[in-house]
């Protein structure tokens, strides 16, 4: 076969490849996400003829397809995210159109965006352009009781959509950078619109309050505006549920802030809609002349209610029920696929606001009497977030209950983190930079898992409620001053407990990378040993030479094809245990099963999210793949 013909068979197997992937079905978050992508592929001109600007519109679409980027490991959602960002974001951290001094709280939304690509690139302008945001916030204008203004130009007001501008960044801003006397800040700005804008006959809240009761909209003796507007208690219901995952679990306000979430959760189920399960414009009008049902308001309440069942914050019934429903309602109503096959989201009403030139009085008549769109991005953004909610919600039983635990004692780097404080990094389920499991992370979470990390020494009592264990990369000399080894009653605890029914996955490393004899001091105990080599040595990016072919029906890996492992020690076994997957004849993954539980051995932590997240890695390796599937075994093994 001469050079040419091997190009040319090479190229047919690539595109025949991508055709076969082009051919799997695709979500329906996917699938609109093509259409944002498409939309706003060179520009964020928003309006047509308009400049594009920094501008919190953005932020709901690509806030949506971060969601996607993590369901499917496409990193193709990625590169859009961060060159839509980039166009904005100088080096020196300074934001493009982006005035400080205009203190408008909808600029400040977009910082979400800005932390995850700091977490993932570790690049600092994204983290400059972050505190350039935090610092507003630090001079905002405020109510006489904290409360941020929605505007300089609003002032005395709070809105409902404020709460989401800034809180979920201002919540993930202090968590990331230690900054923990905020929490209260904010769990102030949730209570202070909660104590003004909720009615009390029907939960529901009111759009905006305005403390001087100067505006003509508000009601001269509360302050508040004269209706109840879905997509003001969408912005609402969002940002309680995604602040709330960065709150301390010890912090003494946030049991009041699940509160409020439940309270407006009982609102929300009340006023959906019996028939379609969606919810009207104006929320409590729903027989009234010229009301309808609107996509983005129902996107929110799905996405909030989904997602505060995931988290623990509400209670599974009624709520999952109640987002099942309106989901099936939004897919039914709102989405429309063209005869070319692209994906439309109808329905959204394009703007609604309070005061302002010409003057919007907040009246029935007002918020029925804004424009209703097909793909706008607040609606496509909202669309795109309770989509992956309610596809990992499918999901969810499979280990729901169930916790899976990662060792952080035997694999114990530390490191100084951008405020100077010593933190733990290599492999960690929240660490979102190449070297951790954020995405592995989020595969066991939606999967319906809880998962949890080991600080201490296992002890039986510690795995005792733990259906599957994971050590990886145990610390050498080099990586640790005092390396915690796996010693004698580290081992008799382990065994008892995989022949109890635990499941135990031991992941090294090549020599040199891993502390391995104690490792295998370990895997002894079930037949199971690491060698001191190192395989799948990849130069450069040859990633060709990383791959491991898994054979046709294993029972692992049911669909992944083309795994990337590289730089791994190979293993030697005896019985119990067996190999899982040979390679020119080594045996690269072993499986024992000892007494009632099972122990998997692999000489690499490969589901790392350089080769996890869909950035690096050529599309046709399945890693993503594979670690769903390894993870949904997993769970299959455990009889904890």
């Not at 609402?236 to 995604?242: E, K, N, Q, R």
């Not at 109503?333 to 309070?354: C, D, P, W």
């Not at 899976?404 to 929240?430: A, C, I, Q």
């Not at 245990?577 to 390679?583: C, Y």
């Amino acid at each position: 076969m001469t050079a040419i013909t091997k190009v040319f068979v090479f190229t047919l197997f690539i595109s025949s490849q991508l055709l076969l992937a082009q051919a799997q079905p695709k979500s329906l978050s996917e699938r609109l996400a093509v259409t944002a992508m498409t939309r706003w592929k060179n520009s964020w001109e928003l309006e047509p003829g308009k400049t594009e600007k920094w501008s919190y519109e953005q932020g709901v679409v690509l806030k949506g397809l971060e969601g996607v980027w993590y369901n499917t490991a496409d990193g193709d959602y990625f590169k859009f995210i961060q060159s839509s960002i980039d166009r904005f974001v100088n080096d020196d951290g300074s934001i493009k159109t982006y005035k400080l001094e205009d203190y408008n709280l909808d600029n400040v939304l977009n910082g979400l965006v800005l932390l995850m690509l700091y977490k993932v690139t570790e690049k600092e302008k994204y983290r400059k352009a972050a505190a350039l945001l935090r610092q507003q916030l630090k001079t905002h204008p405020r109510t006489s009781g904290g409360g941020f203004w929605h505007k300089k130009i609003y002032p005395s007001q709070m809105w409902l959509d404020g709460l989401y501008m800034a809180e979920p960044f201002y919540a993930e801003y202090a968590a990331t950078f230690h900054e923990d006397a905020d929490f209260d800040d904010i769990a102030r700005q949730f209570f202070l619109m909660e104590a003004h804008a909720r009615n009390v006959k029907t939960g529901l809240l009111y759009h905006g309050w305005d403390e001087s009761k100067q505006q003509r909209w508000a009601n001269p003796r509360t302050g508040v505006s004269p209706s109840f507007w879905g997509r003001a208690m969408g912005w609402y219901a969002m940002a309680l549920v995604d602040s709330l995952d960065h709150f301390p679990k010890d912090h003494p306000k946030r049991d009041s802030l699940i509160a409020v979430l439940n309270r407006l959760a009982v609102a929300i189920k009340k006023y959906q809609s019996p028939k379609t399960g969606l919810w009207y414009q104006v929320v409590d009008k729903a027989g009234s002349r010229g009301n309808y049902l609107e996509a983005s308001a129902s996107c929110m309440f799905v996405y909030a209610l989904a997602k505060g069942v995931r988290n623990g914050y509400l209670a599974p019934q009624p709520y999952q029920a109640v987002a099942r429903k309106g989901y099936q309602g939004i897919s039914q109503q709102f989405i429309e696929i063209q005869a070319n096959g692209q994906v439309n989201l109808k329905g959204t009403v394009s703007v609604a606001g309070l005061g302002g030139n010409p003057y919007r009085d907040g009246s029935y008549d007002y918020y029925l009497s804004e424009k209703v769109v097909s793909n706008d991005p607040k609606g496509i953004g909202a669309f795109l977030m309770a989509s992956t909610e309610m596809e990992m919600a499918a999901e969810r039983s499979v280990g729901r209950g169930r916790t899976v635990m990662l060792d952080s004692y035997f694999n114990n780097e530390m490191k100084k983190d951008s405020t100077g404080r010593l933190v733990p990094y290599h492999y960690k389920w929240d660490e979102m930079p190449n070297s951790g499991f954020s995405l592995w992370g989020h595969v066991w979470r939606s999967l319906g898992m809880k998962t949890a990390t080991l600080t201490e020494a296992p002890t039986t009592k510690d795995l005792g409620n733990t259906a599957v264990y994971i050590i990886v990369d145990p610390d050498t000399k080099d990586e640790a001053a005092e390396p915690h080894y796996i010693e004698q009653s580290h081992i008799k605890a382990i065994t008892r407990w995989v022949k109890s029914g635990g499941v135990l996955v031991l992941l090294g490393n090549d020599v040199g990378n891993a502390e391995l004899d104690h490792l295998s001091e370990l895997g002894s105990e079930f037949g199971i040993q690491f060698n001191k080599d190192s395989r799948n040595r990849v130069p450069g990016n040859d990633f060709a030479m990383g791959l491991v072919a898994v054979p046709d029906k294993h029972p692992i890996f049911r669909t992944a094809r083309r795994l990337y492992l590289k730089e791994i020690a190979t293993l030697s076994i005896k019985p119990p245990a067996e190999a899982s997957i040979r390679d020119r004849n080594e045996v690269i993954m072993a499986i024992s099963r000892v007494g009632k539980g099972t122990v998997f051995a692999l000489g690499d932590p490969w589901l790392y999210n350089e080769y996890v997240d869909g950035r690096k890695l050529p599309p046709d390796f399945d890693n993503y793949k594979a670690a769903k599937e390894f993870s949904r075994w997993l769970i299959q093994q455990s009889k904890r």
